[in-house]
């Protein structure tokens, strides 16, 4: 629970409620609703773990905020998304009706989302399977499959598998996973810049050094202080 002033309002709420939903409770001291309401949603919002951030306004003391969501009375609950208004209530409400009012605001997770969980939890190709036979194009599933099918030698499988998203940091990885397991390339901490090493003099006239070379850089990720210093090698041998 966070105290909001009208000069915290645009960072706290409106900046914010870009990453979660906020919840923003308007209430004064001499309210008595509020003061009965207030530990209410808190318990509420508390129970999200995260999902959901709460926010107080004192009215008395932010006049800006109470006349940004026009409020007449208090207590005064609005919930904001993306920096939109999207549900509100006005006055004391019970316990339930909290609960239900933030339920509102946290996307539930639906069948395929629980398949993909139970396929990533336990490494479960089958649940994985289930998800994208619902949805072909579900990214997550996608590409852990296609880390599981890497992992057992399948990389023809993964590979086709991965072409079926769009190309992100992520899939270029596993898919330079898959290609050099393809190979058996056997990739391991010391052992990469001998590889590395041995395949620049081939670089310029051989498409699958070449390949290959990337591929490795893609393992290595661009916070490795090598893949800087190799990307110029490789850039220096082809032009």
């Given at each position: 629970?966070?105290?909001?002033?009208?000069?915290?309002?645009?960072?706290?709420?409106?900046?914010?409620?870009?990453?979660?939903?906020?919840?923003?409770?308007?209430?004064?001291?001499?309210?008595?609703?509020?003061?009965?309401l207030?530990?209410?949603?808190?318990?509420?919002v508390?129970?999200?773990?995260?999902?959901?951030?709460l926010?107080?306004?004192?009215?008395?003391?932010?006049p800006?905020?109470?006349?940004?969501?026009?409020?007449?009375?208090?207590?005064?609950?609005?919930?904001?998304k993306?920096?939109?208004?999207?549900?509100?209530?006005?006055?004391?409400?019970?316990?339930?009706?909290?609960?239900?009012?933030?339920?509102?605001?946290?996307?539930?997770?639906?069948?395929?989302?629980?398949?993909?969980?139970?396929?990533?939890?336990?490494?479960?190709?089958?649940?994985?399977?289930?998800?994208l036979?619902?949805?072909?194009?579900?990214?997550d599933?996608?590409?852990?499959?296609?880390?599981?099918?890497?992992?057992?030698?399948?990389?023809?499988?993964?590979?086709?598998?991965?072409?079926?998203?769009?190309?992100?940091?992520?899939?270029?990885?596993?898919?330079?996973?898959?290609?050099?397991?393809?190979?058996?390339?056997?990739?391991?901490?010391?052992?990469?810049?001998?590889?590395?090493?041995g395949?620049?003099?081939?670089v310029?006239?051989?498409?699958?050094a070449?390949?290959?070379?990337?591929?490795?850089?893609?393992?290595?990720g661009?916070?490795?202080p090598r893949?800087?210093?190799?990307?110029?090698?490789?850039?220096?041998?082809?032009?």
């Amino acid at each position: 629970m966070i105290d909001v002033t009208d000069a915290t309002f645009d960072q706290e709420v409106i900046l914010r409620s870009a990453e979660v939903p906020v919840v923003v409770d308007l209430w004064a001291p001499w309210c008595g609703p509020c003061t009965t309401l207030g530990p209410i949603i808190e318990r509420v919002v508390d129970a999200t773990e995260g999902a959901v951030t709460l926010v107080k306004v004192n009215v008395d003391e932010n006049p800006s905020i109470s006349a940004g969501f026009q409020v007449q009375s208090i207590p005064a609950v609005f919930a904001l998304k993306d920096g939109k208004v999207v549900s509100s209530f006005i006055g004391a409400q019970s316990e339930q009706a909290v609960t239900d009012f933030v339920a509102g605001l946290v996307s539930q997770p639906n069948e395929v989302d629980l398949l993909v969980a139970h396929g990533s939890e336990t490494g479960s190709e089958e649940s994985l399977r289930q998800a994208l036979e619902l949805q072909p194009d579900h990214a997550d599933a996608i590409c852990t499959l296609a880390g599981l099918l890497t992992a057992r030698g399948a990389t023809d499988e993964a590979i086709a598998l991965l072409g079926r998203v769009p190309e992100t940091p992520e899939t270029r990885r596993l898919l330079a996973e898959a290609r050099l397991a393809s190979r058996q390339v056997e990739v391991s901490g010391e052992g990469v810049d001998d590889l590395l090493a041995g395949l620049l003099d081939r670089v310029k006239d051989d498409t699958d050094a070449r390949q290959e070379f990337l591929d490795l850089l893609e393992t290595l990720g661009p916070d490795d202080p090598r893949t800087a210093g190799y990307r110029k090698a490789l850039a220096a041998r082809l032009f």
